[in-house]
């Protein structure tokens, strides 16, 4: 019994301990607030030495990144500038967001502490819908972005567009008039038959018109000016009956220039035997 009287009296006075320890860091902290609205800028300062003071022994150990699609979280935690074992609270997080927003494929940035030794960095990537083929290739966002290429993790499968002139450096602007009315309709394209768009190999112009090449077979689609939705829509529906029908192989060109009609062209093999 006496034992355990003992065992229970080392318990409550660990216990009692440690509740004066964090009394004393929230007096820290109540002082610290109450001198920032008395006395103003200066007392502020003081309030952070002494929110250090008081979590000093809390030290970065963890760097989490989120959101990485295609950069490497590595690559993310280095450009962060953070260092392991800095005090949790003197990382500047402000500065660690400025330095990876500095990377061209990154468009926003957050940091984060997290008790007891974790820094969290949230980053969203710009999102590549094409790639741009003028001298060097070049991935593009939808509103024009231009970023430089890289290994991926989730590799390139993008249409290819053709162009001229391309600003140089990372993080222009696409400009050409040609190579913006390429991008204009493999954007609308993705938004109204995914399932096209990701079959779509190739977009370019040729002699005053839009041409197009499908994954599947090579095939050429003449589109003139640019096709709008039911033109693209028609077209899916062809596809996947020429699929079903193992007809895909006949198939030379399409021609979608006529609105709300598809024209498809055979190949001579097709035509010799009469389909």
Same mark, same amino acid.
């Given at each position: 019994?006496?034992?355990?009287?003992?065992?229970?009296?080392?318990?409550?006075?660990?216990?009692?301990?440690?509740?004066? +320890?964090?009394?004393?860091?929230? %007096?820290?902290?109540?002082? %610290?607030?109450?001198?920032?609205?008395?006395?103003? =800028? =200066?007392?502020?300062?003081?309030? +952070?030495?002494?929110?250090?003071?008081?979590?000093?022994?809390?030290?970065?150990? !963890?760097?989490?990144?989120?959101?990485?699609?295609?950069?490497?979280?590595?690559?993310? $935690? +280095?450009? !962060?500038?953070?260092?392991?074992?800095? =005090?949790?609270?003197?990382?500047?997080?402000?500065?660690?967001?400025?330095?990876?927003?500095?990377?061209?494929?990154?468009?926003?940035?957050?940091?984060?502490?997290?008790?007891?030794?974790?820094?969290?960095?949230?980053?969203?990537?710009?999102?590549?819908? $094409?790639?741009?083929?003028?001298?060097?290739?070049?991935?593009?966002?939808?509103?024009?972005?231009?970023?430089?290429?890289?290994?991926?993790?989730?590799?390139?499968?993008?249409?290819?567009?053709?162009?001229?002139?391309? =600003?140089?450096?990372?993080?222009?602007?696409?400009?050409?008039?040609?190579?913006? $009315?390429?991008? $204009?309709?493999?954007?609308?394209?993705?938004?109204?038959?995914?399932?096209?768009? +990701?079959?779509? !190999?190739?977009?370019?112009?040729?002699?005053?018109?839009?041409?197009?090449?499908?994954?599947?077979?090579?095939?050429?689609?003449?589109?003139?000016?640019?096709?709008?939705?039911?033109?693209?829509?028609?077209?899916?529906?062809?596809?996947?009956?020429?699929?079903?029908?193992?007809?895909?192989?006949?198939?030379?060109?399409?021609?979608?220039?006529?609105?709300?009609?598809?024209?498809?062209?055979?190949?001579?093999?097709?035509?010799?035997?009469?389909?």
């Amino acid at each position: 019994m006496a034992s355990r009287k003992i065992r229970s009296s080392s318990r409550d006075e660990g216990s009692h301990g440690q509740k004066r +320890k964090w009394q004393r860091r929230l %007096a820290i902290l109540a002082m %610290a607030g109450l001198s920032s609205l008395l006395w103003g =800028p =200066p007392a502020i300062r003081w309030g +952070k030495d002494s929110l250090t003071a008081a979590f000093g022994s809390y030290r970065v150990h !963890s760097l989490r990144v989120l959101g990485a699609k295609h950069l490497d979280t590595s690559e993310i $935690a +280095k450009l !962060s500038g953070i260092a392991e074992g800095t =005090p949790l609270f003197r990382v500047n997080l402000k500065s660690a967001c400025e330095k990876i927003r500095s990377h061209s494929w990154v468009r926003s940035a957050i940091a984060v502490r997290r008790f007891p030794d974790t820094i969290e960095l949230r980053i969203t990537e710009h999102e590549p819908v $094409a790639l741009i083929n003028a001298r060097t290739v070049w991935a593009v966002t939808s509103d024009g972005v231009l970023l430089p290429m890289r290994q991926s993790k989730r590799g390139w499968d993008l249409p290819l567009l053709g162009a001229r002139d391309l =600003p140089s450096g990372s993080g222009g602007h696409l400009r050409d008039t040609l190579a913006c $009315a390429l991008l $204009a309709q493999s954007v609308a394209l993705r938004h109204w038959t995914p399932r096209v768009w +990701k079959n779509l !190999s190739e977009l370019f112009w040729r002699n005053g018109e839009m041409w197009g090449v499908l994954q599947e077979e090579n095939i050429e689609i003449r589109l003139g000016k640019g096709v709008q939705e039911i033109g693209w829509k028609s077209l899916e529906k062809l596809l996947i009956q020429l699929k079903a029908a193992n007809r895909l192989t006949d198939i030379e060109s399409i021609d979608l220039r006529f609105h709300g009609r598809v024209i498809v062209r055979y190949n001579q093999y097709a035509q010799s035997n009469g389909t």
